[in-house]
């Protein structure tokens, strides 16, 4: 999708051993997100982040952690990733905090499998 | 909590048919509605939104209107196309947190020619 970019899109990975998810954008938006999306469930939020440094928790945040120390990328890490973290991960970012205003704007999503 | 229920799919229409999918809320306050739609291979993008009650959001011959007293935002279509086979999100923001989006569960629409 213009202006974010997920990497790497495909991973297939071994239960225990880390993993990075990267997502870049080049819209300067202040807001960042990450969801997974699995049958069922439709999206929930992991971790999002609302500027530089600033990171918060979201529903279904256990066994992950996120940084942020630019503005354009938003990193999601599996410190050690588990069968039950088999699922499709799509960053979103907007540019406003405001429920009205707020549109996300989605990656193409990174399909993870542990193994 | 705030939460979204929509119709379990897979919907599969005729090309030129009438489409309808139900999307009910909960939310304290006053929301703003969405619905987002998946293409196969990609992520979510907005298809249309609402942001008070009686409200319509309307887009590619898609509509859906706000409506607070059946706290309901039915996705229709008058005639679908094969290009419109998707997954479609209900979802709300309901104002008390940047993070406060909440997703329904998606449903898949097959258009057969």
């Known amino acids: 999708d213009a202006g974010i970019t997920q990497s790497p899109r495909h991973k297939v990975t071994e239960t225990g051993t880390p993993v990075t998810l990267r997502c870049h954008q080049t819209?300067?938006?202040?807001?960042m997100y990450w969801y997974r999306q699995d049958p069922g469930h439709g999206l929930r939020l992991i971790h999002y982040s609302y500027g530089v440094k600033d990171t918060d928790k979201g529903e279904v945040s256990d066994g992950y952690s996120v940084s942020r120390s630019k503005t354009e990328d938003f990193l999601l890490t599996l410190e050690s990733a588990t069968s039950s973290q088999t699922s499709v991960y799509f960053c979103a970012i907007s540019d406003s905090g405001s429920p009205g205003a707020n549109v996300l704007t989605f990656g193409a999503g990174s399909r993870l499998t542990v193994l | 909590g705030n939460s979204v229920t929509q119709m379990e799919g897979p919907v599969t229409l005729s090309e030129e048919a009438f489409l309808t999918i139900n999307c009910t809320y909960t939310?304290?306050?006053?929301?703003?509605l969405f619905w987002y739609v998946q293409y196969p291979g990609e992520g979510l993008q907005l298809l249309l939104k609402a942001t008070k009650a009686d409200d319509k959001g309307s887009n590619k011959g898609f509509e859906a209107t706000y409506r607070k007293e059946t706290t309901s935002f039915h996705l229709e279509k008058g005639s679908v196309q094969v290009s419109d086979s998707a997954v479609y999100f209900c979802?709300?923001?309901?104002?008390?947190?940047?993070?406060?989006?909440?997703f329904g569960t998606g449903t898949r629409l097959k258009v057969l020619a």
């Open positions: 939310a304290t306050g006053y929301p703003s």
């Open positions: 979802a709300l923001s309901d104002g008390s947190g940047t993070y406060k989006y909440i």
């Open positions: 819209e300067n938006h202040r807001y």
